[in-house]
């Protein structure tokens, strides 16, 4: 059975940190991109993070550049989100999702149920 299984969400301070994890199971994420993506309550679901199936290219939205690093260890079949400097406005429920390409979600073909990461201010 595919799956993708978000973890590491937590209540975190303002200008705190967090990993998040996206683990795959019953497939490869070698030959994937893997996308992250959040939705704050009340508001649409946008794009946070993308990293190619290499991990030669990595792709952040602006608010979150210089704060966010993703990356992959293929070893473990496993993506990581860091995320440091914590503000308000990044609470939300994080999704990771893969696809061929970071092109968006609608290139992504598989995805996760969500960990959610809280910053109290």
């Known amino acids: 059975q595919v799956q993708l299984v978000e973890s590491g969400g937590a209540l975190v301070q303002s200008g705190g940190s967090l990993r998040l994890s996206c683990a795959a199971s019953?497939?490869?994420?070698?030959?994937?991109?893997i996308g992250w993506f959040r939705q704050a309550p009340g508001k649409e679901r946008e794009g946070v993070s993308c990293?190619?199936?290499?991990?030669?290219?990595?792709y952040y939205t602006d608010s979150v550049k210089g704060r966010f690093t993703v990356s992959r260890d293929n070893a473990k079949n496993t993506v990581y989100l860091e995320m440091n400097n914590l503000k308000a406005a990044d609470t939300a429920v994080y999704y990771c999702?893969?696809?061929?390409?970071?092109?968006?979600?609608?290139?992504?073909?598989?995805w996760g149920k969500g960990t959610l990461a809280i910053v109290s201010s």
């Open positions: 999702a893969s696809g061929a390409e970071c092109s968006g979600p609608s290139t992504m073909r598989y």
């Open positions: 019953g497939f490869t994420l070698n030959y994937n991109a």
């Open positions: 990293i190619s199936s290499s991990g030669g290219s990595a």
